[in-house]
């Protein structure tokens, strides 16, 4: 096994002596790359942000933005990144080095003030000012939308990034005023080259283990020999497990690279996603295929989380507040698990038996979910949050309805953060379907919609409020679908 290193900035370097729970972050720290921050320590502020090679959706590589605080360096093993150091060209010997287009136009136009979240916001602008499919974006009046430049930049692109100061406003003119990579670029042009094949990795350190293996029957058969490994993709929980519980592991096996667990299948009569993919990569590829997933993903946590987090991890967590799970209910999926011993598929709304529990067995993987076809085609994706994005859900509301002839043939809502898992509002279903779309339908349904789960109080919201947004969800639903739905 070839020991495991890491290339920063076009310099290979070993992850020797690291602990295998050691960040990217303290990795980067520790060899002088301070540009690299740490803010929240959990991925909600992008003082961290760094680039990493990946497989590309438009180009054989994309220069993805993740949180370096999250992630172990060993998962990083044979990998390519770059930090805010690394996107200046060096000069000749006894000159300065030239900035970045990006970290010019931040300095240009006052997009940094204290300068501890700058090197974060440049990591996390350079990404989107790399991204192949980023083009003008303006009417033929040269209107923008409040989130989109003229220039194609992406707001959300920075959804993840906190600036302390309050320095939007010249961050954002400096988003918007970056032009496009020339054909001299050396990162622009490492995007028509492969990234970097994933490393099959067992890394060992002080009796700790981080474990990669090439195929998903290589790391079920270690799944069954080490039932207690903890299982990362995105590390997107894990990491924040490491960093503010200070939880260890003997054994770590990393998914996130599984060829088997990255494939994206559109079949006659189902979606099947790859436990694996990034929403980002799902994002991308179903390029608004399934509307209530486009929903939903402009409302999961940020673009960084987003450029890790996976499907698989947000349902593996069993967690009564993820955002995807209520998603997935209404669209009917269900889940293929794999281990050892084969394969199964348990559909969604069984696969949960109580708080952070579900049928999963020991040493058993989701490998991918399915959506069943045809798609109903009244959806929404209602999350009730203090913040508008980037935050966790009081309430999370999903709707799927088939209408005909102005009656309601099928009804699928699925809702998180009523109970103590993520659960179908089986009575409201009932209530809509075989009825008419009306007023008076709806208003009835929504009465038995406030009383579905057990609505809790806690520091996000009280009950009643809770109650209150669930009735609120289905009138709202109603209001959005009057004109375009026949009656």
Not at 304 to 321: D, V
Request: aromatic content about 4%; overall charge negative.
């Amino acid at each position: 096994m070839v020991a495991a290193r890491i290339t920063v900035n076009g310099k290979e370097t070993p992850i020797s002596p690291a602990a295998p729970h050691t960040t990217v972050l303290d990795f980067l720290r520790e060899r002088g790359l301070t540009g690299t921050k740490e803010g929240c320590a959990e991925g909600e502020c992008g003082a961290c942000s760094i680039l990493v090679a990946r497989p590309g959706v438009n180009k054989p590589t994309d220069w993805v933005a993740v949180n370096a605080c999250l992630v172990p360096v060993a998962a990083l093993d044979g990998q390519e990144v770059v930090t805010s150091e690394g996107l200046a060209t060096a000069g000749e010997p006894g000159k300065p080095s030239t900035l970045h287009p990006v970290q010019e136009e931040m300095a240009v136009r006052g997009g940094s003030q204290c300068g501890y979240c700058t090197p974060g916001f440049v990591c996390s602008m350079a990404a989107e000012y790399y991204r192949p499919d980023r083009c003008a974006h303006a009417d033929t009046d040269g209107h923008t939308d409040a989130e989109h430049g003229p220039n194609g930049f992406d707001l959300h692109a920075l959804s993840g990034n906190l600036c302390r100061c309050t320095g939007y406003r010249p961050i954002r003119d400096a988003a918007f005023a970056v032009g496009t990579p020339t054909e001299e670029d050396p990162l622009a042009r490492r995007r028509e080259q492969a990234p970097p094949a994933p490393a099959a990795t067992e890394y060992t350190q002080d009796d700790s283990a981080f474990v990669r293996k090439s195929t998903l029957e290589e790391t079920l058969r270690l799944l069954r020999e080490r039932p207690d490994a903890v299982v990362v993709a995105g590390s997107t929980d894990w990491g924040v497990e490491v960093n503010i519980r200070s939880r260890r592991a003997d054994c770590v096996v990393a998914i996130d690279r599984l060829p088997e667990l990255r494939e994206l299948r559109v079949e006659s009569d189902a979606i099947e996603i790859g436990a694996a993919l990034t929403l980002t990569e799902i994002e991308r590829r179903l390029d608004g295929e399934v509307p209530l997933l486009a929903e939903l993903f402009p409302q999961f946590a940020s673009r960084l989380i987003r450029n890790g987090a996976t499907l698989g991890g947000n349902l593996g967590t069993g967690s009564p507040i993820g955002d995807s799970p209520p998603v997935l209910l209404a669209l009917e999926a269900s889940l293929v698990l794999a281990d050892a011993d084969g394969e199964r598929e348990v559909p969604l709304a069984e696969y949960f038996t109580g708080y952070r529990q579900s049928v999963r067995r020991p040493g058993e993987l989701i490998r991918a979910v399915r959506i069943p076809l045809p798609l109903s085609p009244v959806v929404a994706f209602h999350k009730i949050a203090k913040r508008r994005f980037d935050d966790i859900s009081s309430v999370a509301v999903a709707f799927a309805l088939d209408i005909e002839d102005g009656v309601v043939r099928k009804a699928r809502i699925g809702l998180g953060g009523v109970a103590a898992t993520p659960i179908r509002a089986l009575a409201t279903e009932e209530a809509l379907e075989g009825k008419p779309w009306a007023a008076e339908t709806v208003d009835a349904a929504a009465r038995v919609l406030r009383a579905e789960g057990t609505p809790m109080s806690d520091h996000r919201a009280s009950a009643d409020y809770r109650s209150a947004m669930l009735g609120q969800s289905l009138l709202k639903l109603y209001a959005r679908n009057t004109e375009a739905v026949p009656s």
